[in-house]
């Protein structure tokens, strides 16, 4: 499966973005689907991650309440809703797809990966 993000920009801190990450290939409700972030000198920290029909979501404590993912199976996309983004939300944003039961912390769990979408924010 091949992965597409979008959506990334400069926005000031209390706004919103919406990260799209689109998927092509077959079988996309096959595969759980994640969203790490990465900054400079630092791992890729799990942000977000859907199971592959939408009923099971886990959410890191840092964005929890802010952030929300989810998915079109139908479209093969995972979205990131991001409200009262944080200066330190600035990060490169990345979509994961794992064939699985369930989400992996561990990046390195994880088979394809989108290119990244940068998010900045502001203070």
């Known amino acids: 499966v091949q992965l597409q993000a979008c959506g990334g920009g400069l926005v000031q801190a209390g706004g919103s973005l919406r990260l799209s990450c689109a998927a092509s290939?077959?079988?996309?409700?096959?595969?759980?689907m994640a969203w790490f972030r990465q900054t400079p000198g630092k791992d890729r920290e799990l942000v977000a991650a859907?199971?592959?029909?939408?009923?099971?979501?886990y959410h890191a404590d840092s964005v929890k309440g802010r952030f929300t993912i989810s998915r079109d199976n139908a479209e093969n996309t995972v979205y990131l809703q991001m409200n009262s983004l944080k200066p330190e939300d600035t990060a490169v944003y990345y979509c994961?797809?794992?064939?699985?039961?369930?989400?992996?912390?561990?990046?390195?769990?994880?088979?394809?990966w989108g290119q990244g979408t940068k998010v900045t924010v502001s203070s």
């Open positions: 994961a797809a794992v064939r699985n039961d369930y989400y992996y912390s561990d990046y390195s769990r994880y088979d394809y």
């Open positions: 290939g077959r079988a996309f409700s096959t595969y759980v």
């Open positions: 859907i199971s592959r029909k939408g009923e099971n979501r």
